[in-house]
Antibody, heavy 126, light 106 residues
Framework: QVLLVQSGAEVEKPGASVKVSCKAS????????INWVRQATGQGLEWMGW????????RHAQKFQGRVTMTRDSSISTAYMELSSLTSEDTAVYYC???????????????????WGKGTAVTVSS | SYEVTQPPSVSVSPGQTASLTCSGD??????VSWYQQKPGQSPVVVIY???ERPSGIPERFSGSNSGNTATLTISGTQAMDEADYYC?????????FGGGTKLTVL
């Protein structure tokens, strides 16, 4: 069974950093990207970035430039997302999700997320 | 940056067909995925590569994508299908989500 198990809820003060972990099991960790997606209460899904555990290549949304760091420890099949300089606007549920990218046929690239963690609630409050 | 747009809400009667749209410039040149999210739960992919259903997703879910619009169609909508639905595309090595559509079954 493919699973992504995330770390527990966090409460941080403004200006601090938070690091969320995502432990993969049931598949070869190196073979699939890990994405990070967040969702504020009552809001939509917001993609933060992806990282390829094999190559270490990563890409993040421009909005998080300079604030997000995605890393991994392949020895324990775990990905991490650290977000710094937190404000109240960062209060959200943070999800990790396994990404699959293929080129099915018409030349375009298909990328989707087939397995999601249960989410980690991060609250930023003074 | 690339954007895709979804209507905030759609209503459908039980047993009827729901059509949820996702619009973006030349979206038909890209592949679109759709996610269902129920309150308090993580998203679940219901359609990928425009019209492919993952195992375990009911046949009443289907998708299409052409021109500037992708459509998620739910045939014979059931009460259990009431949820938020997000479309997603890939552009310039980044993931793009639509704002989501709340599907109400009433």
């Amino acid at each position: 069974q493919v699973l992504l198990v995330q770390s527990g809820a966090e409460v941080e003060k403004p200006g601090a950093s938070v690091k969320v972990s995502c432990k993969a099991s049931g598949y070869t960790f190196a073979n699939y990207d890990i994405n990070w997606v967040r969702q504020a209460t009552g809001q939509g899904l917001e993609w933060m970035g992806w990282m390829n555990p094999n190559s270490g290549n990563r890409r993040h949304a421009q909005k998080f430039q300079g604030r997000v760091t995605m890393t991994r420890d392949s020895s324990i099949s775990t990905a991490y997302m650290e977000l710094s300089s937190l404000t109240s606007e960062d209060t959200a549920v943070y999800y990790c999700a396994r990404g699959i990218g293929v080129t099915p046929g018409r030349g375009a690239y298909s990328y989707y997320m087939d397995v999601w963690g249960k989410g980690t609630a991060v609250t930023v409050s003074s | 940056s690339y954007e895709v747009t979804q209507p905030p809400s759609v209503s459908v009667s039980p047993g009827q067909t729901a059509s949820l749209t996702c619009s973006g410039d030349k979206l038909g040149d890209k592949y679109v995925s759709w996610y269902q999210q129920k309150p308090g739960q993580s998203p679940v992919v219901v359609i990928y590569e425009d019209n492919e259903r993952p195992s375990g997703i009911p046949e009443r879910f289907s998708g299409s994508n052409s021109g500037n619009t992708a459509t998620l169609t739910i045939s014979g909508t059931q009460a259990m299908d009431e949820a938020d639905y997000y479309c997603q595309a890939w552009d310039s090595n980044t993931v793009v989500f639509g704002g989501g559509t709340k599907l109400t079954v009433l």
